[in-house]
């Protein structure tokens, strides 16, 4: 799980070609978990998260604590966390997860980049059961002892652990986030980023003609800055 997962991320950063939209994304998740938890990263875990994971884009500590104080203001506007599901052309599942102020744009223009495509928006349920959702921690893998962490981490939900270019992925199952996050905090770990990634059951083998067109959807869709993530089950 850990290369493909990894596949992903560095596919995906290089589409969002700048900085600026990574930031843009991280700032609604940081608007998104204030309001629901308030703005003590001690006591709110997603927010304790998500500025993890703005350090590990590198995004600039003031555009972390301006995203925090505009957040608080109750005059701000509120976000919804939509996924959309569907199947693109050839028959490959696709699952669109977003964030957004204003539904009725966000669902038409998720609708219009599968009918440009030659697919179509489904309803829920219609594909996630194609996924595994799993909450996936990434570190240092430097002065770690792989096996040892591994039996260490068992009680904790652990499901997999894979390391990549000296650094360690742990995979949970989507229920196990809080525990997992907590044990690695007891541990002294540093996470570099915390997230929850759906990978396919099956895959979707296509010829390279059918893949790229696959691919041309999915660019589209993540330019969109209400799509957060675009996961499809295409080998």
Do not use: C
């Not at 998104?32 to 994971?53: F, Y």
């Not at 196990?176 to 002294?188: P, T, V």
Request: hydrophobic share 35%.
């Amino acid at each position: 799980m850990g290369r493909a997962f990894e596949f992903r991320k560095e596919r995906k950063f290089k589409r969002w070609d700048k900085m600026s939209k990574v930031f843009t994304r991280l700032g609604k998740e940081i608007v998104m978990a204030v309001k629901t938890g308030g703005p003590d990263p001690a006591s709110n875990p997603r927010l304790r998260t998500i500025i993890q994971n703005a350090k590990g884009a590198q995004m600039p500590k003031d555009r972390i604590e301006a995203a925090i104080k505009r957040a608080s203001n109750k005059d701000e506007k509120d976000y919804e966390e939509i996924v959309y599901e569907g199947y693109g052309p050839h028959g490959v599942a696709v699952i669109v997860e977003t964030s957004t102020d204003n539904i009725n744009r966000t669902v038409a223009n998720v609708r219009s980049y599968f009918s440009k495509a030659g697919g179509s928006l489904g309803t829920s349920g219609s594909v996630s059961f194609m996924f595994d959702r799993k909450a996936v921690f990434r570190f240092n893998a430097e002065g770690q002892d792989i096996e040892e962490l591994e039996l260490e981490l068992i009680d904790y939900g652990l499901v997999d652990i894979d390391e990549n270019e000296g650094e360690l992925f742990v995979y949970t199952e989507f229920e196990d986030f809080g525990s997992m996050q907590k044990a690695l905090e007891d541990k002294g770990i540093e996470v570099i980023s915390a997230d929850f990634q759906r990978f396919p059951t099956t895959l979707a083998e296509l010829t390279e003609e059918q893949e790229e067109i696959i691919h041309k959807m999915v660019e589209k869709m993540e330019e969109d800055d209400d799509v957060n993530q675009v996961y499809t089950n295409m080998a």
